[in-house]
């Protein structure tokens, strides 16, 4: 099995920061891509930030905001949120494209979610 765990969210006053992490355990061959997504109350899940092949990409709102990295020793990925707004706030989850030890395609795990709440 394969679990992803995020934590480091929270409320904090706009203009505020934030770090989250996710860490990947379990069964895993190797790590293809990590990356951030969001849901806001009544609205799609959108990417935030996401890194792959090297690459990383960002989500027109967040950029100069937010940088996500990765410690692929550990398994995980961060997600660091500076200049937060209210409209920053949603359920933020973690994704991993992987493939599992034993095999041979790729596989989407997500994370149960942590709530980013910014308000006064």
């Known amino acids: 099995q394969v679990q992803l765990v995020e934590s480091g969210g929270g409320l904090v006053q706009p203009g505020g920061s934030l770090r989250l992490s996710c860490v990947a355990s379990?069964?895993?061959?190797?790590?293809?891509?990590m990356g951030w997504y969001r849901q806001a109350p009544g609205k799609q899940r959108e990417l935030v930030a996401g890194t792959s092949g090297g690459r990383t990409n960002y989500a027109d709102s967040v950029k100069g905001r937010f940088t996500t990295s990765r410690d692929n020793a550990k398994n995980t990925v961060y997600l660091q949120m500076n200049s937060l707004k209210p409209e920053d706030t949603a359920v933020y989850y973690c994704n991993a494209r992987l493939i599992r030890l034993g095999g041979l395609r790729e596989y989407d795990y997500w994370g149960q979610g942590t709530q980013v709440t910014v308000s006064s």
């Open positions: 379990g069964s895993i061959s190797s790590i293809n891509a």
